[in-house]
């Protein structure tokens, strides 16, 4: 007998972390920092048997239920509390689409309801489901980047979801009663007492550290790696892109590939690396080749891409939120022979894991803590409104060769997320899920993102781009397939050649 795993730990904290806190105050009208996924589900599901079926489990999720807390003056960040009025219908969405609907317009459509921000007032997350489309049903995910990270957020995928057509009931939870959100006052209360018991630890950590002089030496030495690394941001140049030269409105676009996993670990294991190594290949070498299509100077640059790193220990499995740090790989940005490129890059990646530069960025995070949440969000949201007022300003100008706070010079090209799902068939209400594609969130002068994943045996890569700055993202995902079919063909051949 299989058991439903449940997300219901109650040690989990009611108060945003600062790095779950600062998908919130980082976000804008022209960059909602929700992430999701587009899920194509075998056979066409009744609406009401969705939301039977999400609702039976919503205990296992109490998150699913509850909306944020902002603490006056933003003296803590943001708690998380019971929505009194909470209604599945209002987060659970019906479209019927019209005759002679496609998995492609249902795509389209999608990618549309995608785009707002989600209503702060009410629990982050919905979930649109699209009937019409013949022997299918497709369903939009769209939750709140502070709920969640890549991780969590599949681990949330993974109670909603079934690993059997017919699996054995979902235990009924207890009624639900929403508990009463603090009053003002007990918020502010509740938020210096968080803050003066953060400060005490922090000390405790400090004074612990100090009496541990190979962990101190260690730390110093990670530090020190990067922020070597990050200094190449003001010091190393960065190919200027298309999809950087000015900021994003609101629309987006999507082009997605699904490769065969085989293939890819055939790859990895004829041509060396990783399996993350052999998706940036693909991804690096597709963007050099559209940037030189683009007739943008490629020989002797260099594109850095922005790699999340999951450092969630295993005792952190079941909890939500965002255990997230960032590795930053240099690459050539001219073409190369697609082989060659995964030499470089598996050498890239290989340094970076030596240094433990992620591991470095996460202690750099921590230190950040101390600042306070009100000049955090102050400054964050008066930069990202000034993004949003540039942007609805410029929406209708031609594209600059460079733009406000582009990375035209300095810092990193596009934003590139591996995260693993599930390598056997799940299913929603006995039926199938045939497709996973993640969808990426853009803001700035990001025009351009990836999300990576895996799902039954199959790799996809899915490309979000902002239209107005890349209006072809098809054609990327278009040299995507073409890269890794000269990377299948030149396994094919070495491993021939080796047998």
Known sequence: MTSTPTLANPAVSRRLSSQDASFLYNESMNGPMHIGSLSIFEGEMAYETVVKQIEGRLHLVPRYRQKLNFVPFNLGHPTWEDDAGFKIETHIKHHKLPPGATLDSATKAAVRLHEPPLDRSRPLWEMHVFTGVPDHTVMLWKIHHCL???????????????????????????????????????????????????????????????????????????????????????????????????????????????????????????????????????????AGRYLKEKGI??????????????????????????????????????????????????????????????????????????????????????????????????????????????????????????VPASQVPQYLAGHQMLDMVGLMPLGGTLGYGVAIGSYNQSLYIAMMAEPRLMPDVDHMRDLAEEVFGELRDAATTRAAAAS
């Open 148 to 286: 969640v990270d890549g991780v969590s957020g599949i681990e949330l995928t993974n109670v909603i979801l079934d690993f059997r057509a017919a699996p054995d009931p979902t235990p009924v939870g207890p009624a639900w009663a929403a508990s009463a959100a603090p009053s003002p006052g007990d918020a502010i209360r509740d938020a210096l007492q968080d803050a003066a018991r953060e400060q005490m630890e922090r000390a405790e950590r400090a004074r612990s550290l100090a009496a541990n002089l190979q962990e101190q030496s260690q730390r110093s030495a990670l530090l020190g790696a990067t922020t070597t690394s990050l200094g190449q941001f003001m010091t190393q140049p960065v190919v200027a892109t298309p999809w950087s030269a000015g900021l994003v409105t609101q629309r987006r676009s999507l082009a997605w590939a699904r490769f065969p996993f085989g293939e890819v670990r055939e790859i990895r294991g004829a041509l060396g690396g990783t399996v993350n190594d052999v998706v940036l290949t693909i991804l690096s070498e597709a």
């Open 297 to 418: 100077a490629v020989d002797g640059r260099v594109m850095r891409l922005g790699c999340p790193v999951s450092v969630r220990r295993e005792d952190q499995g079941g909890a939500l939120g965002n255990r997230v740090s960032m590795m930053f790989p240099t690459l050539p940005a001219q073409p190369m022979d697609a082989a060659a490129r995964l030499t470089a890059v598996s050498v890239e990646t290989g340094r970076i894991k030596g240094a433990r530069e992620p591991q470095g960025l996460e202690i750099l995070t921590e230190m950040g803590d101390s600042v306070p949440p009100s000049v955090v969000a102050a400054s964050s949201q008066f930069t990202m409104g000034a993004m949003d007022l540039a942007a609805a300003w410029g929406a209708n100008a031609p594209v600059a060769p460079t733009g406000f706070m582009s990375p035209q010079g300095y810092g990193i090209n596009f934003v590139a997320t591996n």
